[in-house]
């Protein structure tokens, strides 16, 4: 399977804990973006890379969000001190650059639950 | 940026052709019209594309009149797994990512 990879699939955690969770895109795709998503509403931007450039951040992503994608390959987005609002479903999509770079490949996503 | 506005909701009976409508008044000159799919616990999956008149693929077709203020999307002969919700998003080609915006998207429920 060459689509976009996410893990881990679901993480149950404590108010307070720190989490990481890891894309791999398809490997071609130059472009790399995290998205948030809550029941009943459609994806929320939260940041995206060009290789390994972080290129635009979105206001929903506080200072406790980290992203990064050291080599320009697989991306890894961390938050520190769960609260529990950030329980959510967190998707990772790809795409290449290009004169019709509007089809983003999606992976299944992480589900958050903050206890 | 162009703000869609779209059906919260649709009910359609398998074998039908269903239509989902879309409309952006604001939409600008270089704006495509890009339309994706989400099935539940799923990350959404793009489906068409196009920025006037018609396009068609395997999966659907995409109508746009000539004033680009709205586009609809044809689903021929659904079935039951089309069962999912749909997002209707106006972007240019290669903006910034922080510019595509899915919406609530509309929620289509297909009947045996």
């Known amino acids: 399977d060459t689509g976009v990879s996410q893990d881990p699939r679901h993480k149950i955690t404590k108010r307070g804990q720190n989490v990481t969770f890891r894309c791999d895109p398809i490997?071609?795709?130059?472009?790399l973006y995290w998205y948030r998503q809550t029941l009943g509403q459609g994806p929320e931007f939260l940041t995206y890379?060009?290789?390994?450039?972080?290129?635009?951040k979105s206001r929903l992503l506080s200072d406790r969000f980290s992203a990064e994608r050291p080599k320009g390959s697989f991306s890894t987005l961390e938050i520190q001190r769960t609260e529990q609002g950030d329980s959510a479903m967190y998707l990772c999509?790809?795409?290449?650059?290009?004169?019709?770079?509007?089809?983003?490949?999606f992976g299944p996503g992480t589900r958050l639950t903050v206890l | 940026l162009a703000k869609t506005t779209q059906p919260i909701s649709m009910d359609s009976y398998e074998g039908q052709e269903v239509n989902i409508t879309c409309s952006h008044n604001?939409?600008?000159?270089?704006?495509?019209i890009t339309w994706y799919q989400q099935f539940p616990s799923q990350g959404p999956r793009f489906i068409i594309q196009?920025?006037?008149t018609k396009v068609t693929n395997e999966v659907a077709s995409l109508f746009i009149p000539a004033d680009r203020k709205s586009s609809t999307l044809s689903l021929p002969r659904v079935s039951l797994s089309d069962t999912a919700v749909y997002y209707c998003?106006?972007?240019?080609?290669?903006?910034?990512?922080?510019?595509?915006?899915f919406g609530s998207g509309t929620r289509l429920s297909i009947r045996p």
């Open positions: 998003l106006v972007v240019p080609p290669g903006s910034s990512a922080s510019k595509i915006i």
């Open positions: 604001n939409i600008a000159t270089n704006d495509y």
């Open positions: 196009g920025y006037k």
């Open positions: 490997s071609e795709h130059n472009r």
């Open positions: 999509a790809s795409s290449l650059v290009g004169p019709l770079d509007n089809e983003q490949f």
């Open positions: 890379f060009q290789n390994e450039a972080q290129l635009e």
